[in-house]
């Protein structure tokens, strides 16, 4: 039974001196066509109770996600960032991570959070964002943070709507291969077309060959 999240590490993270937490989390990881995306949520000390019904993006309804969206945009400064398919191909995706979430950091830094100030929670047990920065952050990472942490469960829900989004957006011209659906990932269907045509511009082209 899944667990709702809690803000017990955030707070943790406020009564030891931080001023600004920042949860990150990955979506499209796996896919075989569109973007990497990571979505990064900040939030300050004295920060509200989080939306009601906030869980992990893979643990709702794509109806549940997009009710949740605008919520989690008002309860925290959220920010998400890309990294492409060629650049997937070009660096692999775990740089392509880091790039991603410093792409994020830095928009959240233009919005006005002071980033080099925050401590960062990343979901997972591998730091993936610290090569892709020009200056270390205070990163700790946590296995099923997106399950147990509100402001990472948040920054997943944000990136999830994103990237559905854009795929839907991406499917326009090449509707036969279902991106409005399977969002890029490797259904049957998607796999067959690909073998058929051979990969679009917004396929991962090293992923596809394999």
Partial sequence: MPVDPTLERELAM??????????LDEVGRGAMAGPVMVGACAITAGVGEFPTGLRDSKLVSEKKRLA????VRQWGVIAVGAASPQEID??????SL???GKRALALLFEAGVPVGQAQLILDGSHDWLSP????????????KADQNCASVAA?????KVQRDALMAELSV?????????NKGYGSAEHMRLIAEQGPTVHHRVTWVKK
């Fill in 14 to 23: 406020f009564a030891g001196g931080a001023s600004v937490v920042i949860g």
């Fill in 68 to 71: 949740l969206d605008p919520l």
């Fill in 90 to 95: 070009q660096y692999g995706i775990t740089f």
């Fill in 98 to 100: 880091g790039l991603a």
């Fill in 132 to 143: 892709a920065l020009a200056s270390p952050l205070p990163i700790t990472t946590a296995v």
């Fill in 155 to 159: 920054a997943s829900v944000a990136a």
């Fill in 173 to 181: 011209g090449f509707e036969e291969f279902g991106w409005a659906s």
